[in-house]
């Protein structure tokens, strides 16, 4: 299983929100590329950037943090956040991400992801499966759409997509465990999927049950910034 740790990013620092809400909203570090250098020089190779500022605004706002980072680390970086036109894709990669994450554009544009995905392979482009309950919520989690989990990642299978990045916003940055039992039900129900899971992983014995549980990958964010979980505590996973 693949550790991802998270860089949240406002106003070009490092920041963490409590269950999606921007008004609960903790701030850990100025300086996001130390931040990024300090994952690389664990062992980390991967890292899950979300320009929270993009998501709210609809166009990448931090593309020069994504820029500094991809040119001063070897992270396999995918980034997410206020990516919704052709354009706003371009810059992304152009600015050094190896993949981006589709969320909000996915559920009302599902014909431009898909043409994304026929244009640059689904190994670039990710799905973002942000959920509250069985619905998808969308526009910086603070919609609720109409969509449910199970039906977006059906439709998006069907497709062609592979990487579905399942963040339960209700569990996100509260350091109480992630959703295990829906996880574990995915990924029986969706074998051909690679599933990532995100929000609420808080001690190493939630990683040890989410790759037991056959997710492909794990996002670690606030359990990082808080130290409930030590970059140390990773090697066994790297």
């Given at each position: 299983m693949e550790i991802i740790p998270a860089i949240d990013l406002i106003n070009g620092q490092c920041v963490r929100l409590s269950a999606g809400d921007f008004?609960?909203?903790?701030?850990?570090?100025?300086?996001?590329?130390?931040?990024?250098?300090?994952?690389?020089?664990?062992?980390?190779?991967?890292?899950?950037?979300?320009?929270?500022?993009?998501?709210?605004?609809?166009?990448?706002?931090?593309?020069?943090?994504?820029?500094?980072?991809?040119?001063?680390?070897?992270?396999?970086?995918?980034?997410?956040?206020?990516?919704?036109?052709?354009?706003?894709?371009?810059?992304?990669?152009?600015?050094?991400?190896?993949?981006?994450?589709?969320?909000?554009?996915a559920v009302r544009e599902p014909a431009t992801v898909q043409a994304w995905m026929a244009r640059h392979g689904a190994d670039t482009v990710f799905l973002g499966a942000d959920f509250k309950g069985e619905h998808i919520v969308i526009n910086a989690w603070v919609d609720k759409s109409t969509l449910t989990l199970d039906g977006f990642i059906a439709d998006y299978?069907?497709?062609?997509?592979?990487?579905?990045?399942?963040?339960?916003?209700?569990?996100?940055?509260?350091?109480?465990?992630?959703?295990?039992?829906?996880?574990?039900?995915l990924v029986q129900q969706f074998p051909a999927a690679r599933f990532v899971a995100s929000g609420g992983v808080t001690t190493i014995s939630d990683l040890e049950e989410l790759a037991e549980a056959g997710m492909h990958g794990a996002i670690i964010g606030k359990a990082l910034y808080e130290g409930t979980i030590a970059l140390a505590d990773l090697r066994t996973f790297l």
């Open positions: 008004a609960r909203q903790t701030t850990y570090d100025a300086d996001p590329v130390a931040v990024a250098q300090r994952f690389a020089d664990a062992g980390l190779r991967r890292l899950h950037l979300v320009d929270l500022d993009g998501a709210r605004a609809g166009h990448p706002v931090n593309l020069a943090v994504l820029e500094a980072i991809a040119s001063r680390t070897t992270l396999d970086i995918d980034a997410g956040g206020g990516i919704q036109t052709d354009a706003a894709l371009a810059q992304v990669l152009a600015a050094g991400a190896h993949h981006i994450t589709a969320g909000s554009v299978l069907a497709a062609g997509g592979t990487t579905f990045i399942c963040t339960d916003v209700s569990k996100d940055g509260l350091l109480q465990g992630p959703s295990l039992a829906t996880y574990r039900r």
